[in-house]
């Protein structure tokens, strides 16, 4: 394992998330990942109740303020931080000590990046600007970018009228996949998904009915069959000289909603076509940062569609912990706190499972199986497992998560009986059948 001396354990992290979701699991990662090194870890997370709050790793935890514009989180941030300082001890030269601060939403990615400029030197973060960001983590604006690179991507339509998206959705061929351009612009509550696949012209025309509420353009995608083997990830870090030493691919065993949603489970497998085309991207485009990929092969063609760039860590950044406990959230501090990041050592096979949603992939489709090994590497073959939740050393965060999990589902299972009896007891009742006709001849019916 690395060794704590390693990291300037002297240098907080805070780690923010403005969306409202208490499973995210992608925000435990970080707490665990950077406090087994010995870092402070602070949250800004959707609640001090949250599943993560348990963690015996996050010394503390402050409730994000939900919508909120960036000059209020960067005087959030200011305020947390001084709590953090009067909390610890002053440097020996009585200089004040700065704290990293981690994105862990696309939101919280974008706005810090416009305050980049204010924020330090207080603040560690990487060199990134709201412009840069735009170009991958904008769903429209990523599709305009692998066309200009020639990348493959999805065929993508952006209607601007009813009757155009479904012109668009009956070329593109139903069903298609409907996403929001800025999902995080969505309202929250709202119902609306930040991708849906649609199977009828009536859906297309209903979800584009609701554009002024999402807050971004829809957009059209052709739908690139699911299937065994097809769905791809690459995480990586990119340092301020613009190196990915830090950075693997890994397929997807399981999904949530199967075949088409975040992964359930996920095996690190060696794919050298996925990995060469991020590497790729990244000197096109100059990234800097912690960064998540996700790709779908076409079978008919071979090539690998970039379906989506977070610029930032992907709620299953852990997968890539090697044999010495190196990740992308670790690297980023190194690099950020003048460290040098060790080599890092692949370690092909190695799985993450994330309890909740894969129990879920497996209720929906039991007889899955995933190919063993295929595309792994030659070398450095693990077996071992990570759960989201579950973990010898830190066990309340998994039992909260439980308890919350199974109230959500609860709620869930209560609403639709609710919708349910409402669409029957809504229905007319059935008007009684008018009695035969008498025959004057008293004729018997038969039976």
């Known amino acids: 394992m690395l060794r704590r001396q390693i990291f300037d354990t002297s240098v907080p992290a805070v780690l923010v998330r403005l969306d409202r979701n208490p499973f995210h699991h992608g925000t435990l990662g970080a707490a665990r990942s950077l406090g087994r090194a010995g870092i402070p870890v602070h949250a800004v997370i959707e609640s001090r109740t949250s599943p993560v709050a348990r963690s015996r790793y996050l010394r503390s935890a402050r409730a994000s303020p939900g919508e909120t514009s960036d000059a209020d989180l960067a005087a959030l941030l200011h305020r947390y931080a001084d709590e953090i300082e009067d909390e610890t001890e002053p440097a020996a030269d009585g200089s004040s000590t700065p704290l990293l601060v981690l994105p862990l939403d696309d939101v919280s990615a974008l706005g810090l990046a416009r305050r980049r400029a204010e924020l330090s030197p207080r603040f560690l973060l ?29 065929r993508t339509e952006l209607p601007t009228g009813s009757d155009e998206a479904a012109a668009m959705a009956w070329s593109l061929g139903l069903p298609v996949v409907a996403k929001w351009s800025r999902p995080w612009l969505l ?5 609306l998904r930040s991708t849906a696949i649609v199977r009828s012209l009536a859906e297309v025309r209903e979800l584009y009915a609701r554009t002024p509420e999402a807050g971004s353009r829809l957009l059209l995608q052709e739908l690139l069959p699911a299937g065994r083997d097809l ?4 995480h990586g870090y990119v340092d301020a000289d613009g190196g990915c030493t830090t950075g ?7 999904s949530w909603p199967d075949g088409a949603g975040l992964t359930a489970v996920g095996r690190w497998t060696a794919n050298p076509a996925v990995e060469r085309t991020a590497r790729e991207l990244f000197d096109a485009l100059g990234y800097r940062g912690v960064c998540d990929l996700d790709f779908r092969m076409n079978r008919s063609t071979g090539a690998y569609h970039l379906l989506d760039f977070n610029p930032r860590p992907g ?19 190194l690099d950020l706190t003048g460290r040098p990041v060790p080599p890092y ?21 039991p007889r899955r199986r995933p190919a063993d090994g295929a595309g792994a590497g030659p070398e450095g073959v693990s077996r071992r497992t ?24 609860l709620r869930r299972a209560v609403a639709s009986a609710r919708r349910f009896l409402r669409s029957r007891w809504a229905r007319p009742p ?17 039976r």
């Open 126 to 154: 990487p060199e990134q600007t709201e412009e840069q960001l735009l170009r991958v983590a904008d769903k429209a604006a990523l599709a305009e970018t692998c066309a200009s690179l020639g990348l493959p991507h999805p």
């Open 187 to 191: 309202p929250a509550g709202g119902g």
């Open 386 to 409: 990570e759960y989201a939740w579950c973990a010898a050393d830190d066990p309340a965060p998994a039992f909260a998560m439980g308890l919350a999990w199974f109230g959500h589902l």
């Open 231 to 234: 769905d791809w990830f690459f």
């Open 345 to 365: 050592s692949p370690a092909y096979g190695r799985r993450f499972v994330v309890e909740n949603y894969a129990a879920l992939s497996l209720l929906a489709s």
């Open 315 to 333: 709620a299953q950044f852990r997968l890539f912990a090697d044999a010495e406990g190196l990740d992308v959230v670790r690297a980023l501090h």
């Open 430 to 446: 059935l008007s009684p059948a008018a009695p035969p006709a008498r025959s004057s001849s008293h004729q018997l019916t038969p």
């Open 248 to 254: 693997a691919t890994g397929r997807k065993e399981r």
